[in-house]
T-cell receptor, first 114, second 107 residues
């Protein structure tokens, strides 16, 4: 059981480049989300999805797009990378987004924008 | 005011010590509460849920005080392997994470 798989693990981008961070889960979870983690800031929610075809913005959505065409996949797109997007990105999934539901995280993507 | 506030630490304690972390939250509509553990350069993982009546899992005890809007985590008989960052998390309709409290257990 792979759980939540994120790729790539590391990435260096130049300012202005675009890229997609991949996230896939094999637990048939409806709820998926993307966070970024910066020193002293904790995990901040970028975008989330409560099911295939449904996405919504979190706390820090600017500069990022998402889509959810299948239950399994939830890619995060950086449209035009900026140094402020240097961070560690985590994808998470859970059975639902209410109650005492455990969130499972991918191993993270360490992104550096130069 | 941040929705979830934690003392960042670090808390440096010897093996065998008892250590406690508190976390305060501002959203009284929060439905459920958790402690997650995050090892250095790793992803967060659920440590335990927090129930109003208090709950215990081995050396770990979690408590919730809705009236004062705080949750706590008590670790007894600390082990070297307990060294990590402990994240306070609450669930409204989304998970809201605290910045974490770093614990370092030394021999």
């Amino acid at each position: 059981n792979a759980g939540v798989t994120q790729t790539p693990k590391f990435q260096v981008l130049k300012t202005g480049q675009s890229m997609t961070l991949q996230c896939a889960q094999d637990m048939n979870h409806e709820y998926m989300s993307w966070y970024r983690q910066d020193p002293g800031m904790g995990l901040r929610l970028i975008h989330y999805s409560v099911g295939a075809g449904i996405t919504d913005q979190g706390e820090v959505p600017n500069g990022y797009n998402v889509s959810r065409s299948t239950t399994e996949d939830f890619p995060l797109r950086l449209l035009s990378a900026a140094p402020s997007q240097t961070s560690v990105y985590f994808c998470a999934s859970s059975y639902e987004n209410t109650g005492n539901t455990e969130a499972f995280f991918g191993q993270g993507t360490r992104l550096t924008v130069v | 005011r941040k929705e979830v506030e934690q003392d960042p630490g670090p808390f440096n304690v010897p093996e065998g010590a008892t250590v406690a972390f508190n976390c305060t939250y501002s959203n009284s509509a929060s439905q459920s509460f958790f402690w997650y553990r995050q090892d250095c350069r790793k992803e967060p993982k659920l440590l335990m849920s927090v129930y109003s009546s208090g709950n215990e899992d081995g050396r770990f005890t979690a408590q919730l005080n809705r009236a004062s809007q705080y949750i706590s985590l008590l670790i007894r008989d600390s082990k070297l392997s307990d060294s990590a960052t402990y994240l306070c998390v609450l669930n409204t309709d989304k998970l809201i994470f605290g910045t974490g409290t770093r614990l370092q257990v030394f021999p």
